[in-house]
């Protein structure tokens, strides 16, 4: 997965603001190339588990794919936070995944963001498989 500095820097900012929550949003990026341009934020709609969990809110969910079908980008794949854990993917990250997308995990201990991989999956509810990431 190829993402720009900028939407790396946004995805690390947010991570660390949300700090010890989770939290979540969308990549995009121009349609066809697979390319990460730009991110959008979305709510975390889990409350009890906040710290080890998150759901992105529907509304947040469509509002930014017609916002990006608009605009003629692809929804390249999602990301969110580890808060205080690794940035690999959970149980209940990887059955949650969609195929044909990627997911992103920042690491992020004391509030500050350390580490980030991203994953794919070939079929809905994984397996995931790492993907390369490249920050352009």
């Given at each position: ?58 509304r947040d969910h ?62 809905d509810g994984g ?10």
């Open positions: 997965m190829r993402i720009l500095q900028a939407p790396m820097d946004e995805i690390r900012a947010h991570g660390a603001e949300g700090y010890p929550h989770e939290i979540c949003g969308i990549m995009l990026g121009p349609r066809g190339e697979g390319t990460v341009t730009e991110v959008r934020r979305a709510r975390n709609i889990v409350v009890e588990r906040a710290r080890d969990r998150y759901e992105i809110d529907p469509i509002r930014i794919q017609r916002e990006a079908d608009a605009a003629g980008l692809d929804m390249v794949g999602y990301y969110h936070s580890h808060p205080d854990h690794p940035a690999q993917a959970s149980r209940f990250d990887t059955e949650r995944a969609w195929a044909g997308y990627v997911y992103l995990i920042v690491a992020v201990h004391d509030g500050k963001p350390v580490d980030a991989n991203a994953f794919v999956a070939d079929q397996p995931f498989r790492s993907e390369t990431l490249e920050i352009a």
